[in-house]
Structure formats: C-alpha cells, structure tokens
C-alpha cells in the first residue's frame, strides 16, 4: 500500500512541475510577443512586471499545492486507493 501512495504522489508532484514550466513557457512566449509589438517602453515595463507577478503567484500556488499534498498524502492517496479499489 505504502508503494502505491508514493507512485501517486510522485505522479501527482511531476504533474504539478510540468503545468508549472508549461504555464512559465507560455507567460515568457506571450510577454515577449507582447513587449515584440508594443510602441511605448511603458508598457513593456508594466506586462514585465506582471507577468512576474503571475508567474511568482502561480509558482508559489502549485508549491502549496505539493506541500499540501506532502502533509496530507497518507490520508488523500489511501483514499483514492480504497475508492478505486471498491468501484471494482
């Protein structure tokens, strides 16, 4: 039992980075297609800082998430293994 809450946990923490870089990709392309295409150093300045702004938030939110997760894995992932296990 305790292999199977570790692999899920595991799976459940890769998915979390991988959203994590996958969403920071996505802010560096948009912010830079937005700095690319605005006239004014103003406004490069503001979506700059924004965009760190988002993406500190974000990454700060998904850290939270994986502690949570950490604290809280026995009860979560015993959970989910027993339901899955009854649904059989």
Same mark, same amino acid.
């Given at each position: ?14 998915? !979390? ?7 920071? /990709?996505?802010?560096?392309?948009? /912010? =830079?297609? /937005? ?11 503001? &979506?700059? !800082?924004?965009? =760190?702004?988002?993406?500190?938030? &974000? &990454?700060?939110? =998904? ?9 809280? *894995?026995?009860?979560?992932? *015993? ?6 296990? &009854? =649904?059989?």
């Amino acid at each position: 039992m305790e292999k199977k809450i570790l692999r899920l946990f595991y799976t459940d923490v890769v998915a !979390v980075l991988f959203f994590l870089v996958l969403a920071w /990709l996505v802010m560096v392309y948009v /912010l =830079l297609d /937005l700095i690319e295409l605005s006239p004014d150093r103003a406004i490069q300045i503001v &979506s700059t !800082v924004l965009c =760190l702004i988002t993406g500190g938030f &974000s &990454s700060l939110a =998904l850290y939270v998430v994986i502690a949570h997760l950490k604290k809280h *894995r026995d009860d979560i992932y *015993r959970e989910d293994i027993q339901n899955s296990l &009854s =649904l059989r």
